[in-house]
T-cell receptor
């Protein structure tokens, strides 16, 4: 039983297109996250939701819009894709936002913008 | 702001060698410290963590001790295996940062048979 799942695993698209990545967790966690990992493996947080409310919104272009329909889902929609958006995007979840909380990561979505 | 600095890789070792990956941090308040591991083609998973000074986290033969006086959390393993080849991330979660998890840049480890 997969704890944190993402779809699709691979996404290849043209510049200017709009695409979405979906994430679901079956751990009963209250908090979910989106991270971007670049080609050098540097991991940067983009957004975090707690009980469907946005609590972290880093400096991310407003072409990126997260949506949390319920506690178990956090989707990421990207408008007008650019070459620099190519990266691996990870969804993660944790029980809540406590300081010692472990984060559980999905398998990642590799986005390639041509 | 809060930050994590870890040694640059890649680190290449022979099987059964001793491993150390250095990690130092800057944080306001008293952070929790973590090591995550990312195997090829997978997401990150927690390797170990420590929540207060002098705590030692351990798992799968890996250990790290929370050193407040040197603001460090170095990862060690006495005898690495080929299957330990992965990218290792040091991370912290601190009250000053709203408990947002800050990750280091990652250190790639290659273990040769």
């Amino acid at each position: 039983d997969t704890a944190v799942s993402q779809t699709p695993k691979y996404l290849v698209t043209q510049m200017g297109n709009d695409k979405s990545i979906k994430c679901e967790q079956n751990l009963g966690h209250d908090t979910m996250y989106w991270y971007k990992q670049d080609s050098k493996k540097f991991l940067k947080i983009m957004f975090s939701y707690n009980n469907k409310e946005l609590i972290i919104n880093e400096t991310v272009p407003n072409r990126f819009s997260p949506k949390s329909p319920d506690k178990a889902h956090l989707n990421l929609h990207i408008n007008s894709l650019e070459l620099g958006d190519s990266a691996v995007y990870f969804c993660a979840s944790s029980q809540d936002t406590a300081r010692a909380d472990t984060q559980y990561f999905g398998p990642g979505t590799r986005l390639t913008v041509l | 702001g809060d930050s994590v600095t870890q040694m640059e890789g890649p680190v290449t070792l022979s099987e059964e060698a001793f491993l150390t990956i250095n990690c130092t941090y800057t944080a306001t308040g008293y952070p929790s410290l973590f090591w995550y591991v990312q195997y090829p083609g997978e997401g990150l998973q927690l390797l170990l963590k420590a929540t207060k000074a002098d705590d030692k986290g351990s798992n799968k033969g890996f250990e790290a001790t929370y050193r407040k006086e040197t603001t460090s959390f170095h990862l060690e393993k006495g005898s690495v295996q080929v299957s330990d080849s992965a990218v290792y991330f040091c991370a912290l979660s601190a009250p000053g940062g709203g408990f947002k998890t800050i990750f280091g840049a990652g250190t790639r480890l290659f273990v040769k048979a």
